[in-house]
């Protein structure tokens, strides 16, 4: 099996299992968690220094999700890599779980940045960067940024720090669904085109279709060679990502499983992703 299925296979369970733990639960992050499978399988599937079996190893490459609601798609990539068993998923949100419904680096192995307050993350990726050029280590950090939380200025203000400092080990990833909390971005806060705005921030930038994992792959492939320069990929996605039904329900950034056609679209939508993962495997 060739690489590329290989990954695409890798955001297929990563997908099943993020809409598993939302229906067990019966609530939660769908839309903000489906438009970054397909990023977090060329991660996990490819490009991350990382040892599930010894998750705080020197030298490590360093994932910061600041849109830390999408907590359930890392913890998906996070039991896929076999950082902790598949079954510990299903106690997302319980008392005492590891898996709090926004990322916490002292409960969960593979976490190391406590994010879900919208824009801090992405100074602590500039401080852990920073601290990974200054002990000459050759890692990466990957910042994982909402278009909704640009609304943050704070996003800013790491921006140019990044830029500034030049830290090209910081790759700075824009997961550009179009759609925040309540509404479009263009209607809230139109950032307009985030290419442009970037590269006039001084990064390198380049735009890529979020549900391509070869254009994933490639993007981060050509930026992690990026020299004396920031570095940002703009991810073009749509919120749900990669389920129809969820694509095109409005509200879809915290989903409710509590009728019956959204019962039914979950259930078919499993039935899908099960079926592909199984012809694949076989
Ligand atoms: C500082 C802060 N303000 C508000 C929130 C509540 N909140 C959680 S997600 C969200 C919308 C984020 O939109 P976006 O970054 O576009 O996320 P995505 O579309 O990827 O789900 C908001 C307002 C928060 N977590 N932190
Ligand atoms: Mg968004």
Redesign the pocket.
Known sequence: MNEIKNLKLLAAKIRLDVLEMLMHRGYGHLG?SMSIVELFAVLYGKHLNVDPKNPNKEDRDMVVLSKGHAGPAWYSALAEMGYFPKEVLLTLNDGGTILPSHPDRNLTPGVDATTGSLGQGTSIAAGIATGQKFKGKNAYTYLIV???ELNEGQCWEAFMYISQKKLNNCIVII?D?K??LDGY?KDIINHYDLKTKMESFGFKTVRVDGSDVKAIDSAITELKAVKDQAVCIVLDTI?GQGIKYFEDMFSNHSVKFNNESINQAADEAVEKLKAYIAKEEA
């Open positions: 903000g909402g278009d909704g997961d669904n759609r925040q971005t919120k």
